[in-house]
């Protein structure tokens, strides 16, 4: 199980990334996968998580209107589209799975069984 993550950047206020997953080693039709942040200092916490057996989403609420979580089933390969960004989006950002029946919900309240690497996203002017 490989997840590689990729797209984080340096970005000002107001503007936008997109950050893709590509997953290997498993199907992305049955998992739930999705996208975890760790500030300086902070705890990891859940963002944005996509059951793919039903195509649910859970955003925090601290992300709801401008974080948007998808995935393209072809290319085994999950993004997150962020808009609006704000400095306290600053952090590195994770890809996770977890590869058993779980809901979106639960992976970013719970956690994954399988963890990407970061990728660094920074907001400021």
């Known amino acids: 199980v490989q997840l590689q993550a990729s797209g984080g950047g340096l970005v000002q206020p107001g503007g936008s990334l997109r950050l893709s997953c590509a997953a290997s080693g498993f199907s992305l039709d049955r998992p739930a996968i999705g996208w975890f942040r760790q500030a300086p200092g902070k705890e990891r916490e859940g963002v944005s998580c996509l059951s793919t057996w039903n195509d649910i989403t859970y955003d925090a609420e601290f992300v709801k209107g401008r974080f948007t979580i998808s995935r393209d089933a072809a290319k085994n390969t999950v993004y997150l589209q962020m808009d609006n960004l704000r400095p306290e989006d600053t952090a590195v950002y994770y890809c996770?799975?977890?590869?058993?029946?779980?809901?979106?919900?639960?992976?970013?309240?719970?956690?994954?069984?399988?963890w990407g690497q970061g990728t660094q996203v920074t907001v400021s002017s």
């Open positions: 996770a799975v977890y590869l058993g029946h779980s809901s979106s919900y639960a992976l970013c309240h719970n956690g994954p069984t399988n």
